[in-house]
Antibody, heavy 123, light 108 residues
């Protein structure tokens, strides 16, 4: 049974940094692309970033380029999101999600989701 | 364009059929997936790309597409289907994902 557990969220001040983690279990993590998706309070879903199964490619939404970095450690079955220069508009629940097509070279559908971790950026 | 457009709210009488639509230029090239989200919960996939239904999803959920429009169809809506529904696809580059703004479904 695929399980994804996010951690690392919290309340931070504008301009600071935070690293989110997503621990995967119940499937062969190294075979699947992974995504971060966020949801601001009372708002819709916003895709943030994707990393291919082997880490060879990463893509992100324009609003976080240069500030957020997605990475993965396949030896630890863990996905990361390094967030710098945080802004109030980055306040959201951050979900990690995995794809379901093994070794897919592209941005596939985020099929399995964790329960999310809340990031609140406030002075 | 790099947007997916959904109606903000739709209602359906209990047991009736409802269609939730999603429009966007990229849907001419890529299939849409559909997610259901209930308050305080993570989204769950109800229709995957190419209009397939994941295991465990009731067969009253189906998907279709034509041109720049994808649709989620619920045939015989139940009270437990009341939720927010989001479409999802790739943008024109194929490397970035998009979500629609979401449709709040009310079952009357």
């Amino acid at each position: 049974q695929e399980q994804l557990v996010e951690s690392g969220g919290g309340v931070v001040q504008p301009g600071t940094s935070l690293r989110l983690s997503c621990a995967a279990s119940g499937f062969t993590f190294s075979r699947y692309g992974m995504h971060w998706v966020r949801q601001a309070p009372g708002k819709g879903l916003e895709w943030v970033a994707v990393i291919w199964f082997d880490g060879s490619n990463q893509y992100s939404v324009e609003s976080v380029k240069g500030r957020f970095t997605i990475s993965r450690d396949n030896s630890k079955n863990t996905l990361y999101l390094e967030m710098t220069s945080l802004r109030a508009e980055d306040t959201a629940i951050y979900y990690c999600a995995s794809e379901s097509i093994p070794k897919f070279r592209g941005s596939g559908t985020p099929v399995y989701w964790g329960q999310g971790t809340l990031v609140a950026v406030s002075s | 364009s790099s947007e997916l457009t959904q109606d903000p709210a739709v209602s359906v009488a209990l047991g009736q059929t409802v269609r939730i639509t999603c429009q966007g230029d990229s849907l001419r090239s890529y299939y849409a997936s559909w997610f259901q989200q209930k308050p305080g919960q993570a989204p769950i996939l109800v229709i995957s790309a190419e209009n397939n239904r994941p295991s465990g999803i009731p067969d009253r959920f189906s998907g279709s597409s034509s041109g720049n429009t994808a649709s989620l169809i619920i045939t015989g809506a139940q009270a437990e289907d009341e939720a927010d529904y989001y479409c999802n696809s790739r943008d024109s580059s194929g490397n970035h994902l998009l979500f629609g703004g979401g449709t709040q479904l009310t079952v009357l």
